[in-house]
């Protein structure tokens, strides 16, 4: 079943007992048994993540996010660690819940800013899009391949924050409390390679000032580079 945005994701980072090559099948295959939506993918590090841990993605079928670190864990087998787990909802990509299945280099990039600046960011992603995919032709001498798969948002008042497995944190959502004025965008961008992600670094102008932009409105920016872990 694919779904139509807007839809639900589910972004964790895992550790296990054991280097993510011995890890990664086993967790494929428990995550075949997830029930709330499918796996769009299993990540493992290039850079920034140690050789123990997985990014995952997991799209959710429903509007619910209660139990959701607590089904997961029931997925897992007993010496992988929920480290991180943040609900998110699908922006203006993906257009479905598909699985992510290339080869080469996936960049998660953590954007933290304020909720009420969220839709702009957004809207000056799919901007620099239009002219940062439109230069990436491989055979010019600065040319690169790229493409950005996903634009997920953390979501204000309705869905928890980010919660510590294996459930929510202590005060979260409880009547009364403050809520975070700050959340996560979180972009995942192919590259065909390492090369195209650095000749990426200057695209077109038009896509370069949409990009300060948006990076002006964040606190903070964290990025990693991984690969899907079945193409390794």
């Not at 943040?86 to 990039?109: I, K, N, S």
């Not at 195209?196 to 990076?215: K, L, M, V």
Request: proline content about 9%; overall charge negative.
């Amino acid at each position: 079943m694919s779904l139509p945005p807007p839809f639900r994701i589910v972004y964790a980072r895992l550790q296990a007992s054991v280097p993510w090559m011995q890890s990664a099948p086993q967790i494929e295959r428990a995550l075949a048994h997830w029930t709330r939506g499918r796996c769009m993918g299993v990540f493992m590090g290039l850079f920034g993540l140690n050789n123990h841990e997985l990014l995952v993605l997991l799209s959710v079928h429903d509007a619910k996010a209660d139990g959701l670190a607590a089904e997961l864990r029931a997925c897992l087998p007993t010496e992988v660690e929920i480290i991180e787990l943040l609900p998110l909802r699908a922006t203006v990509r993906p257009a479905t819940d598909e699985p992510f299945t290339r080869a080469g280099v996936h960049v998660f990039r953590f954007f933290t800013l304020p909720f009420s600046r969220m839709d702009e960011a957004v809207a000056l992603s799919g901007a620099g899009w239009e002219t940062f995919e439109r230069d990436d032709d491989p055979n010019a001498s600065d040319g690169y391949r790229t493409e950005p798969l996903g634009l997920f948002a953390q979501d204000g008042p309705g869905w928890p924050m980010s919660f510590a497995p294996p459930g929510p944190a202590p005060g979260v959502g409880s009547p009364g409390e403050a809520l975070p004025e700050e959340g996560k965008l979180l972009l995942v961008t192919w590259y065909d390679s390492m090369t195209s992600w650095e000749r990426s670094r200057t695209p077109n102008p038009q896509a370069t000032i949409n990009f300060r932009q948006r990076a002006a409105l964040t606190s903070s920016i964290v990025a990693y580079a991984t690969r899907l872990a079945n193409t390794a």
